[in-house]
Every structure is written in structure tokens, then in C-alpha cells.
């Protein structure tokens, strides 16, 4: 196997940032700043330590910022423009699976500043042989916008739910052959702050203070 087929086969992510967010307000809660760093930023940060490629799903309008905001990062960004504005998730992946040729991917929202690279890893490992991985939250309820999938059994759902009207990532998972991972039930133990996610501008006042407290 050559050097170039082997960096073909590692996994792409995709960073979902097109939603207007409404109950974070009139501003791009993507680029809404934690700790000095705008949130897509931070998730980019470290979904490309696991990643050779990121895919920016995101509407025409927001990608010059995204640009500046990302200019420097050592990852390979592309952008996947929405062809019709804030047309849900599901749409947004497929999108952004047209840029890339990857088995794997792993899809992580823009509003989860502190996602683990460790565990994305130990994911990509629990899906090599299924159409993906999952994580669940405390009460059992699976969290697509943070797990891994094997790129083309997530197109073909995606493009399959999108035709029957259902478009929700949620729905998706009833397409697809994946390990369900309960995280307190787990060998690797992720970090709980990974899955925090950012919905409203009081959220991400507290999460500040959460940050600024442990720096002391």
C-alpha cells in the first residue's frame, strides 16, 4: 500500500454549522467566542487531531467569516455551502459528503467547544465494523451530532430519509447498522465535558465562567 492510498483511507469530519440557531439569537452562535476562541474553532481545533480533512457544512453567508476564523488551523478545511439555507442537518451532511471520499466520518455539531479527540478515536475503532458509532446520553437517548458513520451507509440513509420527508438525524439511525454506546458503561471513559453543547448566549456565559474558574 502506498503512502497516498493510506492517507485516502483516513477518516474525513464534518462540522455542522449552517443552522441559524434561533434561540441563541440574531449573532452566529458558531462564531460566538469562548475563552477568546470561536466555538467552530475550538471544535475544528480538535476534531482535526483525528481527522486528515474537515468539512464545514455551513450557508453561503457565513463562510468568509469562517474563513478568517480558520485561517491558520492545521487541518485541511473545505466547505460544504448549503444549496438551499437552513434546510436541517441531514441535508448538511449530504452536502458535505459530496467533498469527500472517506470510509469514515465523524459528524460533530459547531456548538460542542470541549468534543473528545480521544473518544471520537476509540469510535472510529467500536464502527470499523458496523455503519457507525453512537454515543447516548444519561437517559439513553443516541447523540448523532457527536458519533462517527461509514460514509456511504450515511449517504444512502441520508439521501433516503431526505426523499420520504425525514430528514432528522435521529431518524437516520434507524437506517443504519450501529453500536449504540452508552458512555457510563464504556472501557474508555470520555471526558462528560465533551458533549456540553452551546444553545443560548446564557449557556455560553456559564460555560465562560466554567472555563475561567479552572484556569485559576
Known sequence: MTPTSRRSN???GIVL???????FGPADKSLARLDGTPLVRHVIDRLGT???IVVVSCRDDQRPGFERTLDGTSTEIRYAIDPV?????????LTALDCIERPFVAVVACDMPFVDPDFLEFLFETAADRDGAVPTDDEGIAQPAQAVYRAKALEA??????????????RLLDRLDVALMDRSDLEYKPDPEGFINVNTPAELQALERRVARRSR
Do not use: F, I, K
Not at 454549522?17 to 434561540?23: E, I, K, L, P, V
Not at 439555507?85 to 451532511?93: L, N, S
Not at 440513509?157 to 435521529?170: I, M
Open 17 to 23: 454549522a449552517g443552522g441559524y440557531s434561533r434561540r
Open 157 to 170: 440513509a441520508g439521501r433516503a430519509a431526505v426523499a420520504e420527508g425525514q430528514p432528522r438525524l435521529q
Open 10 to 12: 483516513r477518516p474525513a
Open 50 to 52: 483525528v481527522t486528515e
Open 85 to 93: 439555507a437552513d434546510q436541517g442537518p441531514v441535508v448538511g451532511v
